[in-house]
């Protein structure tokens, strides 16, 4: 497919909703006028021009919306950056300023050309950005009434009368739980365990087989400790409220390991004022009752025993080497040790899966009662196998649904569970969107936090992220190299990565 331009910039602002309408698919760019071109030439193309946009389907079908760019009309305009995300805070910037309602015009003449085109309906409207709820909240900052915020992401981005009421339901929600904390005073710590029994096929986190790197975790845990020192010091003066141990698979660690950590992690940190203790446990075919002792020892007061799916065919096909009994096994044994705070993560659009499927899978956990349901729609990645081996698995469907996601939040009401946080992805199947949900008092505050960027998280190990929220709002981040030989050899710079960072923050 062609994406035809009158000029360059407009590509970053219709990429993201061209890929959610055809997505798979390969685009080229091209800046050749319609007028230029053979009926031929036309087919498959996105032309946009003079403030119109038209789509040459492959069948010569013409579809044709035009617009206006409020920028012409008057001077007095907000700028933004031109971005490959539509909605703009949350991605790089390209650069070149381009007014926000130019991009918005722009975005909603592609979808209503797109959505007549294909006879898709995109659920979040022109929206590609990560954080869907920021708009809501900002909102809500304001005073604007939750009616009128509705009204307004239903008219001005085109979401669905049900996800512009998720999205603001849940920014109410959030709002709540952030005016209880004095969230711009503090921070939240983030620690990546990059080691898992085995990596799944749709995995593109900085995650590494154990058995490759069994003979370097002590080693990791070594440098790890360094950066631990280096960041309790830097904010001996912060408040700590959130703490998350993810991966990765931090339960690939032994039991004495996953003790060390916990230690370190007391020692270097103050967590007198903690709400939030979270280790990942993750997978079922890492956790043994040693493990959990040892957590629970360590003082996590959170935990997530994840399946994906509890179909055994399923999760043979994606990697996962445990059985659903194991699942259910490992989820009483967390309980009977006193865990009450427990999160399962599914994902929707798994290869091969139906409607069928996904309802046993719910049906499965809701008679579990975990206390946290978080729901994935599959993002297929860059680097993940999945896409890598395409060919391979192209042939089944891997489609989430309005369905298949009403079936996640029926099931979610049923425990009691309300929807707390939510975020997306790119190459979302069904463009649908990751959600939590959680009984009232049992939501995951560290989640919020990461999602609204209100607060600096700082985050520790190979492949972490650290960010840096400013006190005008203003987000800078550093990372950490994703291989773990580097980070081990190269600490020392991870560490003054952040040194500069946050000297930054301060001088601000």
Same mark, same amino acid.
């Given at each position: 497919?062609?994406?035809?331009?009158?000029?360059?910039?407009?590509?970053?602002?219709?990429?993201?909703?061209?890929?959610?309408?055809?997505?798979?698919?390969?685009?080229?760019?091209?800046?050749?006028?319609?007028?230029?071109?053979?009926?031929?030439?036309?087919?498959?193309?996105?032309?946009?021009?003079?403030?119109?946009?038209?789509?040459?389907?492959?069948?010569?079908?013409?579809?044709?919306?035009?617009?206006?760019?409020?920028?012409?009309?008057?001077?007095?305009?907000?700028?933004?950056?031109?971005?490959?995300?539509?909605?703009?805070?949350?991605?790089?910037?390209?650069?070149?300023?381009?007014?926000?309602?130019?991009?918005?015009?722009?975005?909603?003449?592609?979808?209503?050309?797109?959505?007549?085109?294909?006879?898709?309906?995109?659920?979040?409207?022109?929206?590609?950005?990560?954080?869907?709820?920021?708009?809501?909240?900002?909102?809500?900052?304001?005073?604007?009434?939750?009616?009128?915020?509705?009204?307004?992401?239903?008219?001005?981005?085109?979401?669905?009368?049900?996800?512009?009421?998720?999205?603001?339901?849940?920014?109410?929600? +959030?709002?709540?739980?952030?005016? +209880?904390?004095?969230?711009?005073?503090?921070?939240?710590?983030?620690?990546?365990?990059?080691?898992?029994?085995?990596?799944?096929?749709?995995?593109?986190?900085?995650?590494?087989?154990?058995?490759?790197?069994?003979?370097?975790?002590?080693?990791?845990?070594?440098?790890?400790?360094?950066?631990?020192?280096?960041?309790?010091?830097?904010?001996?003066?912060?408040?700590?409220?959130?703490?998350?141990?993810?991966?990765?698979?931090?339960?690939?660690?032994?039991?004495?390991?996953?003790?060390?950590?916990?230690?370190?992690?007391?020692?270097?940190?103050?967590?007198?004022?903690?709400?939030?203790?979270?280790?990942?446990?993750?997978?079922?075919?890492?956790?043994?009752?040693?493990?959990?002792?040892?957590?629970?020892?360590?003082?996590?007061?959170?935990?997530?025993?994840?399946?994906?799916?509890?179909?055994?065919?399923?999760?043979?096909?994606?990697?996962?080497?445990?059985?659903?009994?194991?699942?259910?096994?490992?989820?009483?044994?967390?309980?009977?040790?006193?865990?009450?705070?427990?999160?399962?993560?599914?994902?929707?659009?798994?290869?091969?899966?139906?409607?069928?499927?996904?309802?046993?899978?719910?049906?499965?956990?809701?008679?579990?009662?975990?206390?946290?349901?978080?729901?994935?729609?599959?993002?297929?990645?860059?680097?993940?196998?999945?896409?890598?081996?395409?060919?391979?698995?192209?042939?089944?469907?891997?489609?989430?649904?309005?369905?298949?996601?009403?079936?996640?939040?029926?099931?979610?009401?049923?425990?009691?569970?309300?929807?707390?946080?939510?975020?997306?992805?790119?190459?979302?199947?069904?463009?649908?969107?990751?959600?939590?949900?959680?009984?009232?008092?049992? +939501?995951?505050?560290?989640?919020?936090?990461?999602?609204?960027?209100?607060?600096?998280?700082?985050?520790?190990?190979?492949?972490?992220?650290?960010?840096?929220?400013?006190?005008?709002?203003?987000? +800078?981040?550093?990372?950490?190299?994703?291989?773990?030989?580097?980070?081990?050899?190269?600490?020392?710079?991870?560490?003054?990565?952040?040194?500069?960072?946050?000297?930054?923050?301060?001088?601000?």
């Amino acid at each position: 497919m062609i994406i035809g331009l009158d000029r360059t910039e407009s590509e970053y602002m219709v990429r993201g909703l061209v890929m959610a309408f055809f997505p798979h698919q390969e685009f080229g760019v091209d800046l050749t006028p319609a007028v230029d071109l053979a009926p031929e030439q036309k087919k498959d193309r996105l032309q946009i021009e003079h403030n119109r946009v038209t789509y040459y389907d492959a069948e010569g079908r013409t579809y044709t919306e035009d617009y206006v760019r409020p920028s012409e009309c008057s001077a007095d305009h907000e700028w933004k950056e031109a971005e490959t995300d539509a909605e703009a805070e949350e991605t790089e910037t390209s650069g070149t300023k381009i007014p926000i309602e130019d991009c918005r015009a722009l975005e909603r003449a592609v979808f209503e050309v797109l959505g007549r085109a294909t006879h898709i309906s995109l659920p979040w409207g022109i929206l590609s950005g990560v954080r869907p709820t920021k708009l809501p909240m900002a909102m809500l900052r304001e005073g604007m009434e939750e009616a009128d915020i509705r009204n307004r992401l239903e008219n001005e981005y085109r979401i669905s009368p049900e996800k512009a009421a998720t999205a603001t339901d849940i920014a109410r929600r +959030e709002l709540k739980l952030l005016n +209880e904390i004095d969230y711009k005073n503090g921070y939240s710590l983030y620690i990546g365990i990059p080691f898992c029994p085995s990596i799944c096929l749709y995995c593109s986190f900085s995650a590494y087989p154990l058995a490759a790197w069994k003979t370097r975790v002590d080693d990791y845990l070594d440098a790890l400790e360094l950066e631990m020192i280096a960041a309790g010091e830097m904010f001996k003066d912060r408040i700590l409220q959130a703490v998350y141990i993810g991966g990765g698979t931090p339960t690939s660690l032994t039991p004495q390991q996953l003790t060390r950590l916990c230690a370190m992690v007391h020692k270097y940190f103050d967590f007198s004022h903690v709400r939030e203790f979270t280790i990942e446990a993750g997978r079922p075919d890492s956790i043994d009752r040693d493990k959990l002792f040892a957590i629970k020892e360590g003082g996590a007061d959170r935990i997530s025993v994840n399946p994906q799916s509890m179909q055994q065919r399923t999760l043979d096909l994606i990697g996962r080497r445990h059985t659903v009994e194991q699942i259910v096994d490992t989820f009483h044994m967390a309980r009977e040790m006193g865990f009450d705070n427990i999160n399962m993560d599914i994902i929707l659009g798994l290869p091969g899966e139906t409607e069928a499927d996904v309802a046993d899978t719910l049906q499965k956990i809701a008679a579990l009662k975990p206390d946290n349901l978080t729901v994935h729609s599959l993002a297929i990645k860059r680097a993940a196998r999945l896409n890598i081996f395409w060919e391979q698995f192209s042939h089944m469907e891997m489609k989430n649904s309005d369905a298949t996601m009403q079936l996640a939040y029926q099931t979610a009401a049923q425990m009691g569970m309300n929807p707390y946080y939510l975020y997306r992805q790119k190459n979302m199947a069904g463009n649908f969107e990751n959600v939590g949900f959680a009984r009232p008092g049992k +939501e995951g505050l560290y989640n919020i936090l990461i999602m609204e960027e209100v607060q600096s998280i700082v985050a520790l190990g190979a492949g972490a992220s650290t960010k840096a929220v400013f006190a005008d709002g203003h987000i +800078e981040r550093c990372e950490n190299v994703k291989e773990v030989g580097n980070y081990i050899d190269r600490i020392d710079e991870m560490i003054e990565r952040k040194h500069k960072l946050f000297l930054q923050e301060k001088s601000r």
